[in-house]
Each structure stands twice: as structure tokens, then as C-alpha cells.
Nanobody, 116 residues
């Protein structure tokens, strides 16, 4: 059974930094494109934030480019998202999943709240 567990969220001041982590079980990262997503308000669609592809290439949403960095440790099935220069617009629940996502794999996410 595949399970993703996100952690690292919390309250952070604008211009601050935060590292999110996602641990996985039941799946290997080695041959899977993995991504971070976020939902900025209840009822909104999840937004793709960052992807790390099979070969290691990374892509980002324009809104986070230059501020967020995605990384993975395939041996540990650990996915990270380093977020810098945070703004209130980054307030959201952050999730990890494959890209494209598999609905059954959505976890609880981790809440990031950025105060101005």
C-alpha cells in the first residue's frame, strides 16, 4: 500500500524559510516523477508547485520559481521542498504525490501559514 506523509509545516513570517518533507512507503522514487502540490483554500483545486523528474530534472510553477527547491533522497524515499522568501500567498496545505498524481495516494498534507 502506497502512503505519503508530509511534515514540516507551521507558521512562518513573510520573507522566512521552511523545509517540508515527505516520506513514502510502498513506492520507489527511483523511477517515478514526484511532485509537491498545494491547495490554497478549501474547495480550490490543488496546484502543482514543483516536480522532480525521473532523470533528476526539476520544474517549478512560475509563482515559486527561484524561491522553492525540490529534492529527493531515493534511498530514503524522502522528498523535500525548501521554501525561501515566503509570502502570504504561499499559505496553503502542501501535499506530495506522483506526477501525474494518483488520487488514492493523497495524504493529509502539511499546513504552511505565512504571516505578513
Amino acid at each position: 500500500q502506497v502512503q505519503f506523509v508530509e511534515s514540516g509545516g507551521g507558521l512562518v513570517q513573510a520573507c522566512g524559510s521552511r523545509r517540508l518533507s515527505c516520506t513514502a512507503s510502498g513506492i520507489s522514487f527511483r523511477y517515478t516523477a514526484m511532485a509537491w502540490y498545494r491547495r490554497q483554500a478549501p474547495g480550490n483545486q490543488r496546484e502543482l508547485v514543483a516536480t522532480i523528474h525521473n532523470g533528476g530534472a526539476k520544474t517549478y510553477a512560475d509563482s515559486v520559481k527561484g524561491r522553492f527547491t525540490i529534492s529527493r533522497d531515493s534511498a530514503k524515499t524522502l522528498l523535500n521542498l525548501d521554501m525561501n522568501n515566503l509570502t502570504p500567498d504561499d499559505t496553503a496545505v502542501y501535499y506530495c504525490n506522483r506526477n501525474p498524481p494518483v488520487n488514492l495516494y493523497w495524504g493529509q498534507g502539511t499546513q504552511v501559514t505565512v504571516s505578513s
